[in-house]
Antibody, heavy 115, light 112 residues
């Protein structure tokens, strides 16, 4: 059974940093591109980052480019999202998702940026 | 960026009736390879989104055949025949022709 489990969220102050993790199981993690998608409270879905299966390519939404970094450790079946210079508008539920189309999603982890 | 615009439903939809959700893209999603780069997802209340349809009209594994996708290069429809209580939620279209990947704003389905 495919499982994606996010962790690392929480309440942080504007300007601070946070690192999210997504542990994958039930499939060959090293064979698939992985994505981060977020959803602000009561809002729609926003794709924010992709990393290729071998980390050879990364893509970002303009809203996070230069502040967020996607990475992965295939030996640990883990996807990461390092978030710096956090802003109030980064407050959202963050989901990791397997490949495109997004056929599996994690349960999400909440990040709240507030003073 | 490609903008995805979704229409609203005349909620609530009576149980057993059909419902059609529209989605329009600001750029044709029809690739030269003949495929249309459009997906549909359903987010039930309190849950993560789930994939319903990919390549505009291919149902994902385990998805009921009551769901069907159709369209042209810029105008798309997700049809739900005979809606049921479990269909309640927000439906999103998403393009994957180019980055950044973009979603529509969502269409809420309520059942009567």
């Amino acid at each position: 059974e495919v499982q994606l489990v996010e962790s690392g969220g929480g309440l942080v102050k504007p300007g601070s940093s946070l690192k999210l993790s997504c542990v994958a199981s039930g499939f060959t993690f090293s064979s698939y591109g992985m994505h981060w998608i977020r959803q602000a409270p009561k809002k729609g879905l926003e794709w924010i980052a992709l990393i290729y299966y071998d980390s050879s390519n990364k893509y970002y939404a303009d809203s996070v480019k230069g502040r967020f970094t996607i990475s992965r450790d295939n030996s640990k079946n883990t996807l990461y999202l390092e978030m710096n210079s956090l802003r109030s508008e980064d407050t959202a539920m963050y989901y990791c998702a397997k490949r495109q189309p997004f056929d599996y999603w994690g349960q999400g982890v909440m990040v709240t940026v507030s003073s | 960026d490609i903008v995805m615009t979704q229409g609203a439903l005349p909620n609530p939809v009576p149980s057993g009736e059909s419902a059609s959700i529209t989605c329009q893209s600001s750029k044709s999603l029809l690739h030269s390879n003949g495929k249309t780069y459009l997906n549909w997802y359903l987010q039930r209340p309190g849950q993560s989104p789930q994939l319903l349809i990919y390549w505009m009209s291919t149902r994902a594994s385990g998805v009921s055949d009551r769901f069907s996708g159709s369209g042209s290069g810029t105008d798309f429809t997700l049809k739900i025949s005979s809606v049921e209580a479990e269909d309640v939620g927000v439906y999103y279209c998403q393009q994957f022709l180019e980055y950044p990947l973009t979603f529509g704003s969502g269409t809420k389905l309520e059942i009567k």
